[in-house]
């Protein structure tokens, strides 16, 4: 292997590519990215790609902004194709919490997002079968929303990493970060040290078992994910409408190719899980779970074909925030915790990780309410119960 990188990024997720490349932009000479695995073989493989920008909060709006901003102009950006269907989101709110969405939602026009309230027959027109009624509440439009593809997006940009002169290594574990002296010199590997200049924890559900023995867990939780997808008999092959978001269900919707709608919910994950041995597929109770949800917000005939689905872990912060930024070790930079957000926020978080690295946290202000020093009275408290809240991958 090559002498020891400026910058080592664990995990070969999006962030951690983003991360990765942009650090090569930044004039960061050597960089090297391990995975256990292989290319986006955690949560970015699984992700949904929704690409919304209606967060609760300022930090993770502007970043997805500033991300949609690079998923739109990915060819010039990045080069090859994201898969970007720019189709818009509706999000569908509980009737009991109609005054806070209306003005989370003026929050969010403060904070540049284009969010406006739409009435039920102009959701009907722009999402075709959808069902609307008791106990809906208001409905926002976010027209430059939509959603992408995971895996495109994924190879192309290893493709850019390597075209900038990013080392990519697969099939190589993090065992442990190798701190001395209060600085992290890189990780323990089977094969022995990998040393680095900088080091990026951006292993997904996988952080924490490297952060905890450094006493760095702010109570971060794995999370079990799944998706499954369906394709009604009776929808057009070539139909494209919004992504959509169902707060009263907890769930999401967005098409596939051919047809076909993409279903998630809260309700069919699991906290707590075991990243090592979660399973990456759907059980038929899922499955049934999903159907459900479909059939609770689209009028479809009763017993929709199922399409297969997934399975995948991410981690929950405590306040279900992500976690990025330098660390009270020197040399140890975090992307984790996104909480389920991770694929939306990607570029801005990989743009502001690397001017951090190579300038200095000074360098990346949109990341400074981002960093893990906001659980520093907890830290050492071990898991937390994360909020209740609906995240859509």
């Not at 209606?54 to 898969?83: H, I, K, M, T």
């Not at 709608?261 to 059980?283: C, F, K, N, Q, Y």
Request: net charge negative; charged share 20%; glycine share 14%.
């Amino acid at each position: 292997m090559s002498p020891a990188p400026d910058l080592l990024v664990v995990g070969a997720g999006i962030a951690g590519l983003f991360a990765a490349l942009e650090a090569r932009r930044a004039g960061i000479d050597r960089v090297r990215v391990i995975d256990r695995a292989g290319l986006a073989a955690g949560a970015t493989g699984r992700s949904g790609a929704l690409l919304r920008a209606n967060y609760d909060n300022a930090e993770e709006a502007r970043l997805a902004l500033a991300s949609l901003a690079l998923f739109r102009d990915w060819p010039e950006q990045v080069g090859g194709n994201c898969g970007f269907v720019p189709a818009g989101l509706v999000e569908i709110a509980g009737a009991g919490e109609a005054a806070e969405a209306r003005a989370l939602a003026e929050r969010q026009r403060g904070w540049g997002v284009a969010v406006e309230e739409i009435d039920p027959a102009f959701a009907a027109d722009l999402v075709p079968r959808l069902r609307l009624g008791e106990p809906d509440g208001p409905i926002l439009f976010q027209p430059d929303a939509g959603y992408a593809d995971a895996a495109a997006a994924a190879a192309s940009l290893l493709g850019a990493c390597r075209n900038a002169g990013v080392e990519i290594a697969f099939g190589i574990e993090a065992d442990a970060l190798a701190v001395v002296d209060g600085r992290c010199l890189g990780v323990e590997t089977a094969a022995g040290r990998m040393t680095a200049g900088a080091t990026l924890v951006a292993a997904g559900a996988r952080a924490g078992a490297l952060l905890r023995p450094l006493g760095l867990d702010p109570g971060f939780v794995p999370h079990l994910s799944r998706v499954a997808a369906f394709r009604p008999y009776d929808l057009s092959l070539e139909t494209v409408f919004p992504a959509v978001l169902d707060r009263p269900q907890e769930g999401w919707f967005r098409p596939l190719p051919g047809g076909g709608i993409l279903v998630g919910a809260e309700r069919g994950g699991v906290r707590g899980v075991d990243p090592a041995g979660a399973p990456e597929s759907l059980a038929p109770e899922a499955v049934a779970l999903y159907r459900t949800v479909l059939e609770g917000r689209f009028d479809l005939p009763a017993g929709t074909p199922s399409r297969g689905g997934w399975a995948g872990c991410f981690m929950i912060s405590p306040d279900g925030r992500p976690v990025l930024g330098p660390t009270p070790v020197a040399g140890l930079h975090l992307a984790a915790g996104d909480s389920g957000g991770g694929f939306k926020i990607a570029p801005a978080v990989g743009r502001a990780l690397a001017a951090a690295i190579a300038g200095g946290p000074a360098a990346a202000p949109e990341i400074a309410g981002l960093s893990i020093d906001r659980f520093a009275s907890s830290a050492l408290s071990g898991p937390a119960a994360p909020p209740a809240r609906t995240v859509s991958r």
